[in-house]
């Protein structure tokens, strides 16, 4: 039988990322899975079906555009939050063409990061599939 609370999809290689996160969603109620790597990620998206993916860009073995790609063709994906240092308008633009439902930059403040996941949960079908997303930049309100 499946856990009633959501379950989020930390992807990030750097460790130090995926502990702070694994933490503070934990404590606010939310199940935590972890991968190091896209492809690693692409095989527990198929195995767990997280409700939410927290996918960070830049990693080894299948990037965070990669892993975005395949989720295209997946029926049902999952939600997809963008969690990078790239803050490109070209990265903006790629990552609302493959699908992504927000885009965060880092360095980030956590309790925001809590706020857009929990938006980004809340929201409809119709809502994900808008056109255009901004960037959240987290960092400003610190």
Same mark, same amino acid.
């Given at each position: 039988?499946?856990?009633?609370?959501? #379950?989020?999809?930390?992807?990030?290689?750097?460790?130090? !990322?995926?502990?702070?996160?694994?933490?503070?969603?934990?404590?606010?109620?939310?199940?935590?899975?972890?991968?190091?790597?896209?492809?690693?990620?692409?095989?527990?998206?198929?195995?767990?079906?997280?409700?939410?993916?927290?996918?960070?860009?830049?990693?080894?073995?299948?990037?965070?555009?990669?892993?975005?790609?395949?989720?295209?063709?997946?029926?049902?994906?999952? #939600?997809? !939050?963008?969690?990078?240092?790239?803050?490109?308008?070209?990265?903006?633009?790629?990552? #609302?063409?493959?699908?992504?439902?927000?885009?965060?930059?880092?360095?980030?403040?956590?309790?925001?990061?809590?706020?857009?996941?929990?938006?980004?949960?809340?929201?409809?079908?119709?809502? #994900?599939?808008?056109?255009?997303?901004?960037?959240?930049?987290?960092?400003?309100?610190?």
């Amino acid at each position: 039988m499946r856990n009633s609370r959501p #379950r989020v999809l930390i992807v990030d290689d750097e460790p130090d !990322i995926l502990l702070m996160l694994r933490v503070n969603l934990e404590a606010e109620g939310y199940s935590t899975l972890l991968a190091g790597d896209g492809e690693t990620a692409l095989r527990r998206i198929a195995e767990e079906r997280p409700d939410l993916v927290l996918l960070d860009v830049m990693m080894p073995v299948v990037d965070g555009w990669g892993v975005l790609e395949r989720l295209a063709l997946m029926d049902p994906r999952p #939600r997809v !939050i963008l969690l990078t240092a790239k803050a490109s308008t070209r990265d903006l633009s790629k990552a #609302r063409e493959l699908g992504a439902d927000e885009y965060v930059t880092k360095p980030f403040d956590p309790d925001a990061l809590l706020g857009t996941i929990e938006k980004v949960l809340r929201s409809r079908p119709a809502e #994900r599939d808008r056109p255009s997303i901004q960037p959240v930049y987290l960092s400003d309100e610190l």
